[in-house]
């Protein structure tokens, strides 16, 4: 196998699966009507509610989905199972269920006034729907937020060479927001300036390799080399499991994070999340544009980098940790999440992009043709970990990555220093956004009953605790499967909520049907399966000797997977009920659309 | 069926490049931008109208020397002031790409 046949593949699915499959059902079952008037250009507030052009708003809405999901999911994935059925996954993935969840989602807030997914749950299936999901949201973000921090303090102890281009990635974020708001800078000169600064610095990484080096020799030395925490891990010695250790240098980078995303969600916007996201979309849209257009090439220019290195299939259950089971289904489902489908795209989309749609035609190139997209993004991610050397997954990862971007004539080992940033880059911007919706979310769900979640800060700063709470468990890899479970759940959610819509306005439900009964009972197996793997491969061993912190994380985390079960039981049972009731109704007739003004 | 010039449709297809790159990059400056400018003008109206949703402040007075320049603006206003739970209260749900 190599880099050109997978871009093949990838190119004809988006290609089959938009014109054969999508057009048919938005054309068939939908109906979208370019002639009826949508909530943009109903409610028109030239704020919140918007029509602006399909072009721009399919660039809007992809910038908004795509993250660091496809990337880490693939990396897991391929480290597990091998490429072939993480391949096979994304390809079905988003031919028939990833599209047809952000396109619903989308579609059922148009018709419904453009309100957001909790709203219509509310209205559609019952009114203790709206609470549980955002329950159900707030330990979903929590365990994103705990497996990103860990996975980039990992990173960022074991890579010095990042810190630099990091650092300067902040200054330059804040430096841009000044300049547009506050001094009315142009946007392209701000843009050349603070992009190529930050991607300056870099480059630079390599040569400022030494001075963090030394920064965490010293750091470390405070101790004596002694950890700060001692845990059992069972990713390492071959996924055996043996005791890790996290030293002064890794808490270090865990706390400055935590620091650089409380200040990301308690400043205002424009300050500091807006810009330093903008400025780290550019430097990781060089690297994956150059990197995708690398591997299609790879193969007549530098073939050496575009061969696949990881077997193709690693078994239907690999061991992991000596009492763990990984099994290829439910497990590689919500280990892929966001390249083959996502419940954040559905809860972006109901809000933010759809009270922008100007044209019910425009529901399916900017909503499906988004997450076909994501999908190449998510491809690139599996390519690149399959072609790279062999280590730890992100290592892999940025040498896969950075050997598709030395085909352009960059230095191989620039080319890593950029992959390696890329990746950090989307990871940190990401993480501090998900603060900032996770304390309001918080301040939502409790801060009615409890006042001092109304303040800012104390919100945020009790979402940051809890989060460095699930660091010190140090075994990302199921924080990660548990924020994929609640992920893909609220995907099932969501189409759950479509399927309930059809029934309701008596249309043909079964294209959001199928893959939500698929969906739900994989992603319920899942946290089942995972929350059993912490209890016995993470909680027993932390407790047989007696080690509090990792052991209050750890049980932290099976009761998290826990209440994520019980929510959507609730919410399925809700859902059914509803489904049921409009089915048994008789079919209603058709409203006449409004016209357009 | 008459079909357009492929220089029309290369103009076209670079239009449409151009307004994707601008949704994926500024339109959200641009969304912000008209979102800040928005609140500005809330707080003015509330100053100067807060009587319309039962906040007296200003003499009617000066209310009334100011009302031909804020008419186009107050069922906008009003209809949003509607949604919040306080009218002071202004929260970022913009979930900005995660």
Same mark, same amino acid.
């Given at each position: ?11 004809? +699915? ?114 203790? +729907? ?24 990992? *990173? ?73 925490? +001692? ?50 979309? $550019? ?60 419940? $954040? ?42 072609? %790279? ?19 352009? %004539? ?18 940190? *911007? ?10 309001? +979310? ?156 | ?12 297809? $670079? ?84």
């Amino acid at each position: 196998m190599n880099t050109l046949l997978a871009v093949i593949i990838g190119a004809l +699915t988006v290609y089959l699966a938009y014109t054969l499959y999508a057009r048919r059902i938005d054309r068939n079952v939908i109906q979208s009507d370019p002639k009826r008037a949508t909530p943009a250009t109903l409610y028109m507030d030239g704020v919140d509610f918007m029509p602006t052009n399909r072009n721009i708003l399919f660039g809007y809405h992809f910038k908004s989905i795509a993250a660091a999901g496809p990337i880490v999911g693939a990396i897991v994935a391929a480290s597990l199972w091998g490429w072939l059925p993480a391949i096979i996954w994304l390809v079905l993935g988003v031919s028939f269920i990833g599209w047809a969840s952000d396109y619903s989602a989308i579609v059922i807030s148009v018709r419904n006034e453009g309100n957001s997914l909790s709203a219509i749950a509310h209205k559609l299936v019952s009114s203790r +729907t709206r609470t549980v999901l955002l329950l159900f949201i707030f330990f979903y973000l929590l365990l994103v937020t705990g497996a990103f921090v860990m996975i980039m303090a990992q *990173v960022m102890d074991s890579q010095p060479r990042t810190h630099l281009g990091i650092i300067m990635l902040v200054v330059m974020g804040l430096l841009l927001g000044q300049m547009l708001y506050r001094w009315k800078t142009g946007l392209v000169g701000a843009t050349v300036f603070t992009v190529g600064v930050t991607l300056l610095a870099i480059l630079s990484g390599p040569w400022s390799e030494p001075a963090f080096q030394g920064l965490n020799a010293w750091l470390n030395g405070l101790t004596g080399g002694a950890p700060v925490v +001692t845990y059992f891990d069972p990713m390492l010695a071959g996924f055996k499991g043996a005791e890790a250790k996290i030293m002064p240098s890794l808490l270090f980078w865990a706390v400055a994070i935590a620091v650089f995303c409380y200040a990301g969600s308690v400043l205002p916007i424009w300050r500091m999340a807006q810009p330093v996201v903008y400025v780290g979309f $550019w430097i990781t849209a060089l690297s994956m544009v150059l990197g995708l257009g690398g591997a299609a090439v790879a193969s007549f220019v530098k073939p050496e980098v575009a061969q696949f290195q990881i077997p193709a299939f690693k078994g239907f259950n690999p061991q992991l940790g000596p009492a763990g089971i990984m099994p290829l289904w439910p497990m590689l489902f919500v280990t892929i999440a966001c390249g083959a489908i996502s419940g $954040w795209h559905a809860l972006f989309g109901a809000v933010g992009t759809a009270r922008q749609i100007e044209n019910e035609a425009d529901m399916l190139p900017v909503g499906g043709g988004s997450m076909f997209t994501e999908f190449l993004l998510g491809l690139l991610a599996l390519l690149a970990v399959s072609v %790279g050397a062999k280590g730890a997954p992100v290592g892999t990862f940025a040498s896969g990555l950075g050997g598709f971007i030395s085909v352009w %004539g960059v230095p191989l080992q620039y080319a890593v220093s950029l992959a390696f940033a890329a990746f950090i880059v989307i990871v940190l *911007v990401v993480t501090q956004l998900i603060f900032r919706v996770m304390r309001i +979310t918080l301040t939502e769900w409790l801060g009615d009953v409890i006042p001092p979640c109304r303040n800012q800060h104390v919100s945020s700063i009790v979402c940051v605790l809890l989060a460095l709470l699930l660091v010190v468990t140090g075994t990302w890899v199921y924080l990660w499967q548990l924020f994929g479970g609640a992920n893909q759940l609220m995907a099932a959610l969501a189409l759950l909520l479509v399927t309930v819509w059809l029934a309701s306005v008596g249309k043909n439900w079964l294209y959001a049907g199928l893959p939500m009964i698929f969906m739900y009972i994989t992603t319920m197996a899942s946290l089942l399966v995972t929350a059993y793997n912490i209890y016995f491969n993470v909680y027993q061993p932390n407790r047989e000797a007696g080690r509090m912190l990792p052991m209050v994380g750890s049980g932290l985390m099976v009761l998290v997977a826990l209440l994520l079960v019980v929510a959507a039981v609730f919410i399925g049972i809700d859902g059914w009920r509803a489904f049921m009731k409009y089915l048994r109704r008789p079919t209603p007739t058709p409203k006449t659309a409004p016209a357009r003004g | 069926m008459a079909t357009r010039p492929f220089t029309h449709r290369l103009s076209a297809g $670079w239009e449409a490049v151009k307004q994707f790159m601008y949704g994926m990059t500024g339109h959200e400056f641009a969304r912000h931008a008209l979102e800040m400018r928005h609140e500005l003008e809330a707080v003015f109206m509330v100053v100067t109208l807060g009587d319309l949703i039962g906040v007296p402040i200003l003499p009617p007075v000066y209310s009334l020397r100011l009302l031909p320049y804020v008419v186009p603006e107050i069922a906008k206003w009003k209809r949003h002031m509607a949604k919040r739970r306080e009218f002071w209260e202004k929260e970022e749900y913009d979930m900005h790409g995660v």
